[in-house]
């Protein structure tokens, strides 16, 4: 089946509660509304409003329920509405549910998918446009996924919904309606820890995730460079083998990310390809990311993010060094 990725998710959510009974779902306007960007449509209808809750405008219950519903035996999908709001449960998930199975000593399994929308380009205001993976991947007690298609966006959810631990599960704004993909009806799994190589290359690494995939492929194409690009899917953890092998083999490398340059994706990356592959790159690594401020008015985004110019400029700079 055709599908973009706010379907694909949804038919991911259908087939992990039919496998699943103790899946549920909460989280503010799901039910009936079908969530703000209708990924969660129908399912009240299938599930009834036992599995599929509608909850109070606040984040920091969302988070201790799921959590809670967890212990309890549940596998609760909880879903804030946007990235920025997300903040407001912040101390429920690195206090509680990164750190119950350490806590335990294992005895206590916490599994649970934590939904939110991030990123920009769709014109929204600040607090909907957020960038936060680095926050949840600096904890060790958490999973965190972007994916970029939706075929990988169908398959991620399918294993998340299949885990003990808690996933933070990222979906790019701006991807959910951008483009269609043929993928399977039935269910199947996308490794989360997995990288993906969406195109081989032997004289550039170009390594990227969630909203700058796309735009990444459309500048390399365009500039007829034999540039390999690898989508991360899975920030925490990082598949450090296919970042490391992919930087031996070009021995040069840019890094694209949506979210602040500062302490970021791209600074990870780029610190772990300095200690295990320096002598074997070419050139400097470059990292393309948004400015280090608060996201900007939806006038101004367009200037903040990382755009076709700002990346064909640093695959230049990198070739020419």
Do not use: W
Not at 105 to 121: D, E, K, Y
């Amino acid at each position: 089946m055709q599908v973009n990725m706010v379907t694909a998710l949804n038919n991911a959510l259908e087939l992990g509660m039919k496998e699943n009974e103790n899946v549920v779902l909460l989280g503010e306007d799901i039910g009936k509304d079908g969530g703000v960007f209708r990924v969660t449509d129908g399912l009240l209808d299938k599930f009834g409003d036992k599995r599929v809750l509608d909850t109070p405008l606040a984040e920091s219950g969302i988070m201790g329920t799921a959590i809670g519903m967890a212990i309890g035996g549940l596998h609760p999908v909880p879903e804030a509405q946007f990235a920025g709001f997300m903040f407001l449960g912040f101390s429920q998930l690195v206090n509680h549910a990164a750190r119950y199975r350490s806590r335990s000593r294992s005895t206590i399994q916490l599994p649970m998918v934590i939904r939110t929308p991030v990123s920009g380009g769709v014109r929204t205001l600040e607090h909907h446009s957020e960038s936060p993976e680095i926050y949840y991947s600096h904890m060790g007690g958490l999973m965190v996924v972007e994916p970029s298609t939706p075929y990988d966006a169908k398959g991620l959810m399918i294993k998340a919904l299949r885990m003990n631990d808690p996933v933070v599960f990222l979906e790019p704004t701006k991807l959910y309606r951008l483009f269609k993909q043929d993928i399977p009806e039935e269910a199947y799994e996308v490794p989360i820890g997995k990288a993906s190589v969406v195109r081989p290359g032997s004289k550039l690494t170009v390594i990227t995730y969630g909203t700058m995939v796309p735009v990444v492929k459309d500048v390399v194409a365009k500039k007829n460079v034999d540039a390999e690009i690898i989508d991360l899917r899975t920030i925490n953890p990082l598949d450090e083998s296919t970042i490391l092998a992919s930087a031996k083999k070009t021995g040069r490398v840019v890094i694209v990310h949506e979210a602040s340059l500062s302490f970021g994706v791209g600074a990870e990356v780029a610190a772990r390809i300095a200690e295990k592959a320096i002598f074997e790159l070419d050139a400097p690594i470059i990292r393309v990311g948004s400015p280090s401020f608060p996201y900007p008015f939806p006038g101004y985004e367009k200037y903040y993010i990382p755009n076709a110019l700002k990346i064909s400029q640093a695959i230049d700079k990198v070739m020419e060094a």
